[in-house]
C-alpha cells in the first residue's frame, strides 16, 4: 500500500486547507486511517484518526471543533479539512494507515506511512 498526502502550503491563521491522502491498493477499505503532525524539533504526534467506514473518529484535544476528517473508500482518500488554523499548527501532516481495528493515538500501531505534506500557518 502506498499513500500520497497532499493540499499542504501557506494560510493566514484562521484560514482553512483540506488535506487529502490518496490510497493505492484494492484494501483500503479495511484499515483504519489516521492523520500525525510533526513540528521542527518535536515528536510526531497524532492528530486524527477515522476507522473503516467512518463510524468511529478520534480527535486530539488540540483540534477537536476545528478539524474534520472523513474518507471516501470508493476514491481510496482520506480528508483533513482543517478550520481556524493557529500558527501552532504548523507541522508536516502525515497520513498512516492503521493496524488496529479502532484508529489509535499511538505511531507504533500505523504500518503504512505517506511522505507527509507541509501547512505553514502565518501569524
Known amino acids: 500500500v502506498q499513500l500520497q498526502a497532499s493540499g499542504g502550503g501557506l494560510v493566514q491563521a484562521g484560514g482553512s486547507l483540506r488535506l487529502s491522502c490518496a490510497a493505492s491498493g484494492r484494501t483500503f477499505s479495511r484499515y483504519s486511517m489516521g492523520w500525525f503532525r510533526q513540528a521542527p524539533g518535536k515528536e510526531r504526534e497524532f492528530v486524527v484518526g477515522?476507522?473503516?467506514?467512518?463510524?468511529?473518529?478520534s480527535y486530539a484535544d488540540s483540534v477537536k471543533g476545528r478539524f474534520t476528517i472523513s474518507r471516501d473508500n470508493t476514491k481510496n482518500t482520506v480528508y483533513l479539512q482543517m478550520n481556524s488554523l493557529k500558527p501552532e499548527d504548523t507541522a508536516v501532516y502525515y497520513c498512516?494507515?492503521?493496524?488496529?481495528?479502532?484508529?489509535?493515538?499511538?505511531?507504533?500501531?500505523?504500518?503504512?506511512w505517506g511522505q507527509g505534506t507541509l501547512v505553514t500557518v502565518s501569524s
Open positions: 477515522i476507522n473503516w467506514n467512518g463510524g468511529r473518529t
Open positions: 498512516a494507515i492503521s493496524g488496529s481495528y479502532y484508529p489509535g493515538e499511538n505511531t507504533d500501531e500505523y504500518v503504512y
